[in-house]
């Protein structure tokens, strides 16, 4: 007998829960006038289904939870350090391991030792934070994806990938300007999408050439490796740890975010080969995060990483992870809801121009869409497009090239019945989508709008009755 279950189920008992609350359409179309029809601005209790964000957000296992009451809290030298130290070395092979409260915080370590006004950092796509963290330094983030990551429908494994001509080009061009070249894994603002393992490599070669060093935002390698296991020849009977494994013996160094592939509720890392460089970023450490034993991080902090990071590599846990994202994506395309293809590893994207082509750019059609997604059915998401990025440094206003809502997925958190859920509140809303309205700005700040712009329906209601 060889039982063949089609069932993809949840690799884990649940030992602890937190409720979550129904509140009627009545009670969320308040909440959401108090909020400015910011979603950013709604009381997290208010929310059914949070898909904000995957960062931080994750459900934390027993074997976490019980190192934590392990960790050791000294000043310098901790047991908890050397616990942390040794699994990111396991997993990255690199020779300096600097732990950080968070990603952006690795970022600013390393831009900020390494980078002068002028310089150039070649990435795939660079995070928001990383972009911003580039520019802080009067440097240029110089985004390079291949040509089919801005197709959003067009199926193809390795969407992710950076574009090698161009980056061989720009290393050329600003020879003596790019202290280092980026590659997200998984490509973030670009969808989710996987970055292959041939392409790592080239990039490699290609850095090597010029002499410049290679570094991964790694904040989803576990994911990218199971991309990589899947899709690229040569990796189906490899395991997600030695998938990993090389994808970190092309670079020099790596940043961190632990709240996404840490399965940490908070925390990342720097870690990198060079050693006079590795000085500089401890020694900019100390001056803002903390010692380098603990770089702003408790003890018990250290503890969940160090258990989070082999745990994240359980090939059942990568299989569920991406298999429920793909299963809502395959659900959402069936009815005919454009998103972007293929499903990322830790979101679905959904491309809200195509779906509502009755709202002009100007009417902010994916946010229009996310302030509807929370008003039917209580689920959070977040805004891809002109209100995050339509605001230019000189205070013009440029539609952004995508209107994407991103429905983030917490790792371990939801379990199949809420993805259904999900699926039939998207497949309504698809539904009564001809009657859903744009918006417009009320209020706003400066920079970095879409955390407090204060919005309102620009034409009376978010959808004609
Ligand atoms: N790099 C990437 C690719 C990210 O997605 C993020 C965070 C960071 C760096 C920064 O890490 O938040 O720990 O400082 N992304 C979150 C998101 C916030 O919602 O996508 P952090």
């Known amino acids: ?33 108090a909020a400015g029809y910011n979603l950013f601005l709604l009381k997290a209790e208010d929310v059914l289904i949070d ?10 296992s027993s074997a976490q939870w019980g190192g934590m009451l392990q960790g050791d809290e000294s000043y310098a030298g901790a047991r908890s350090f050397f ?10 092979g690199l020779k300096h391991v600097i732990p950080t409260h968070q990603g952006r915080a690795a970022e600013r370590i390393l831009f900020g030792s390494c980078l002068a006004e002028g310089d150039v950092v070649p990435n795939n796509t660079h995070f928001d934070t990383t972009r911003a963290n580039v520019e802080f330094r009067g440097a240029t983030a110089l985004d390079i994806p291949v040509p089919e990551a801005l197709q959003p429908q067009l199926v193809r494994p390795f969407k992710g990938n ?9 290393l050329t061009r600003h020879a003596g300007h790019v202290p280092l070249a980026m590659i997200t894994v998984t490509n973030n603002s670009g969808g989710g999408q996987p970055v292959s393992m041939a392409n790592i490599r080239a990039a490699h070669d290609i850095c090597l050439r010029h002499a410049v060093p290679l570094f991964l935002d790694a904040c989803r390698f576990a994911e990218n490796a199971w991309f990589i296991k899947m899709r690229e020849e040569g990796y189906a009977d490899k395991s997600p740890f030695e998938i990993a494994r090389e994808m970190f013996s092309y670079v020099d ?44 991080l408790a003890g018990y902090d250290l503890e969940a ?28 395309t069936a009815a005919g809801i454009p998103i972007v293809l293929p499903t990322g590893g830790h979101a679905i994207y959904i491309d809200a121009r195509a779906m509502l082509p009755h709202i002009p750019q100007s009417e902010y059609p994916a946010w229009a869409l996310s302030l509807v997604l929370y ?37 371990r958190v939801y379990t199949q019945s ?48």
């Open 253 to 296: 160094g790596c940043t961190m975010s632990a709240k996404k592939d840490g399965l940490a509720n908070i925390g990342g890392f720097l870690a990198l080969n060079d050693d006079a460089l590795a000085r500089k970023c401890k020694d900019l450490l100390i001056l803002t995060e903390g010692f380098p034993t603990y770089g702003g």
């Open 375 to 411: 008003l039917v059915g209580g689920v959070r998401s977040v805004e891809i497009g002109s209100v995050m990025f339509g605001r230019q440094p000189d205070g013009t206003e440029k539609p952004a090239s995508m209107e994407l809502v991103r429905l983030a997925f917490p790792r």
């Open 418 to 465: 809420h993805v259904d859920y999900l699926a039939e509140v998207l497949l309504y809303v698809n539904r009564i989508k001809a009657s859903i309205r744009g918006v417009r700005i009320a209020e706003s700040p400066d920079t970095l709008r879409h955390f407090s712009v204060r919005m309102l329906p620009a034409h009376g209601a978010l959808c004609e009755e």
């Open 1 to 33: 007998m060889s039982f063949q279950p089609h069932t993809v189920i949840e690799p884990f008992r649940i030992k602890m829960v937190e409720p979550i609350r129904h509140i009627s359409q009545a009670e969320r179309a308040a909440a959401l006038a």
């Open 162 to 170: 950076i574009d090698l001509d161009a980056l061989d080009e720009a």
């Open 83 to 92: 616990r942390f130290e040794s699994a990111v070395k396991d997993i990255t």
């Open 305 to 332: 990483i160090a258990a989070g990071l082999h745990e994240v590599l359980d090939e059942d846990y990568l299989h569920y992870r991406i298999r429920s994202v793909q299963y809502l994506g395959e659900k959402m």
């Open 51 to 60: 898909l904000l964000t995957d960062s931080g957000t994750g459900a934390m």
